[in-house]
């Protein structure tokens, strides 16, 4: 039993919950939003994703800096996001440029260096689309990293698992307070490092090809909002859900997403819906684990 690491998970799960209380005191009053799934669109703090990157990019130094840094990074572009509102192609733009340092520190060779750039911009901004219900983006974070660490696991990449491993307990501290009923919200900070990170993991750790199967969650998400929108103009078209007898949710028009797909075919509560999300992830999960169990095929091998 390694010692060392548990000390590291259980300071990496604490820290975050600590500190995650500490920001919801400091931004109740300073950066704030409304839940717009509750009757009395209760008052929510917001950033709360400080939290689990400060914690996990610090602890994860010990073991990859490239992968800290990373996570830096994109939080940082989310603090600015969540701050000043980031248009479109601003986003597009830093979203892109914020892995290029651990790019180049990983030091890859041309061909997964250009996917792994690629998939920190894509996986970043699937991670931060897939959202808006109390829990949800954190939770399916969480339930990607835990099959991204179970198939570390079973092919013997024990340091990739305990990176992995680290920074699914700091998210676990968020989702402390996230969970129904919400009293932070994590914002751009928190979801858009949890596409960039395993993004990361995958492409360096030779797991492409099951990433790409725990992403397809978030791929049919996003493809159901450019069919209807357009991923950058869905705010234009915005409907809000309706809340109906017994807290239930209903999509009468607007945008789809996978959420408001599925509310608008069978209206639910807050809770259900995200646990009906969470168990689609565990869904993919388990193809992912099998794939890697039964198939392996390597693209990088």
């Known amino acids: 039993m390694d010692l060392y690491f548990l000390g590291l998970l259980m300071i990496s799960f604490l820290g975050s919950v600590f500190l995650t209380k500490f920001i919801i005191k400091k931004m109740a009053n300073i950066k704030y939003g409304y839940d717009l799934h509750k009757k009395n669109k209760d008052k929510v703090s917001e950033m709360g994703g400080i939290s689990p990157v400060i914690i996990s990019s610090s602890i994860i130094s010990l073991f990859n800096p490239a992968i800290s840094i990373l996570i830096m990074l994109s ?11 980031l248009n479109a192609r601003e986003k597009i733009t830093l979203t892109f440029l914020m892995g290029l340092p651990t790019v180049l520190l990983l030091q890859l060779s041309i061909i997964p260096s250009i996917l792994l750039l690629f998939g920190i911009f894509l996986s970043s901004n699937f991670t931060n689309m897939l959202a808006g219900f109390n829990g949800l983006e954190i939770g399916l974070g ?59 993991i995958a492409v360096s750790r030779g797991f492409i090809i099951e ?79 099998a794939y890697t169990i039964y198939i392996d095929f390597k693209i990088f091998a």
């Open 142 to 200: 969480i339930i990607l990293c835990f099959f991204m660490a179970a198939i570390l696991f079973i092919n013997g990449d024990i340091t990739g698992f305990k990176i992995v491993s680290l920074f699914l307990v700091s998210y676990l501290g968020l989702l402390y307070y996230n969970k129904f009923p919400a009293r932070v919200f994590p914002g751009d900070t928190g979801t858009l490092p949890i596409g960039a990170f395993l993004a990361t």
């Open 211 to 289: 990433f790409g199967i725990l992403m397809f969650p978030y791929v049919i998400d996003a493809f159901l909002k450019q069919v209807t929108a357009g991923v950058t103009k869905k705010d234009e078209v915005y409907t809000p859900t309706t809340i109906g007898k017994e807290g239930k949710l209903h999509v009468k028009s607007g945008y789809l997403s996978l959420p408001r797909l599925i509310l608008k075919r069978k209206p639910m509560n807050e809770c259900k819906i995200v646990v009906v999300l969470w168990l689609i992830g565990v869904f993919f999960g388990i193809l992912s684990m």
């Open 75 to 85: 939080g940082f572009v989310g603090v600015i996001d969540d701050i000043s509102r």
